[in-house]
């Protein structure tokens, strides 16, 4: 049975990529099962002279208005190289024991596969 998903941080116009996003995204309660979707992920990106991290990627991201056409251009051009970044994963916590598992194996990089990743999760289940 499709369960609703809860929305906890909207889809940004133009910014899909999980770069853009972090903590939880989404979520779906059943009766047995919490399934969060969340953005997890170091991010490591070298931009022509700058640096962004986690820490900073806010203030870079109004600074250089980036989008994710932006972010493919820029990576075309060669002025942008990957060296770490983030993704959506689901964690599944048990709502009788309070246990939370992530399948590492299980990861998205934009926002709309990743709010359909979390779907199947939770129909996958027979909760």
């Given at each position: 049975m499709k369960q609703k998903i809860v929305?906890?941080?909207?889809?940004i116009e133009?910014?899909?990529?999980?770069f853009f996003y972090e903590g939880e995204v989404a979520y779906i309660e059943t009766k047995d099962n919490y399934y969060s979707l969340i953005v997890t992920g170091d991010?490591?990106?070298n931009l022509e002279e700058d640096y962004i991290t986690n820490s900073n990627k806010e203030e870079k991201i109004d600074k250089y208005k980036l989008t994710d056409k932006k972010l493919k251009r820029l990576e075309?051009?060669?002025?942008?190289?990957?060296?770490?970044?983030n993704w959506f994963e689901v964690g599944?916590?048990?709502?009788?024991?309070?246990?939370?598992?992530y399948d590492m194996g299980i990861v998205e990089y934009d926002y709309d596969s990743a709010t359909n990743m979390l779907n199947d999760y939770s129909e996958r289940k027979n909760d």
């Open positions: 929305i906890v941080q909207p889809k133009g910014r899909t990529d999980s991010i490591r990106i075309a051009e060669k002025k942008l190289e990957w060296l770490n970044n599944i916590t048990d709502k009788k024991t309070g246990d939370t598992n």
